[in-house]
Nanobody, 122 residues
Framework: EVQLQASGGGLVQSGGSLRLSCAAS????????MGWFRQAPGKEREGVAC????????YYADSVKGRFTISGDNVKNTVFLQMDNLKPEDTAVYYC???????????????WGKGTLVTVSS
């Protein structure tokens, strides 16, 4: 059974950094796409970053390019989201998600973890 658990959220000042972790069980990264999504108050859930197990290619929302980095650790079976130069606009609940379709990375992904809250103060 696939289980995902996100952690690492917290309160940081604008310009600060956080690293989110998503511990995965029942997942072989080579066979999955793994992604990070977020939902801010009053806004729709949006994709942030994704990494494809098919070719290890990464994708980022325009709003986070150059600031966020997604990566996976096969030994730890964990996917990370390194967030640098955080902005108040990044405040949201962040969710990790997975799909056994290595090229599917959107809100239709089949497996979701509970979110972790990131709050960025100005």
């Amino acid at each position: 059974e696939v289980q995902l658990q996100a952690s690492g959220g917290g309160l940081v000042q604008s310009g600060g950094s956080l690293r989110l972790s998503c511990a995965a069980s029942g997942v072989t990264f080579d066979d999955y796409a793994m992604g990070w999504f977020r939902q801010a108050p009053g806004k729709e859930r949006e994709g942030v970053a994704c990494i494809s197990g098919g070719d290890n290619k990464t994708y980022y929302a325009d709003s986070v390019k150059g600031r966020f980095t997604i990566s996976g650790d096969n030994v730890k079976n964990t996917v990370f989201l390194q967030m640098d130069n955080l902005k108040p606009e990044d405040t949201a609940v962040y969710y990790c998600a997975g799909s056994d379709d290595t090229y599917l990375c959107d809100v239709g992904m089949a497996y979701w973890g509970k979110g972790t809250l990131v709050t960025v103060s100005s």
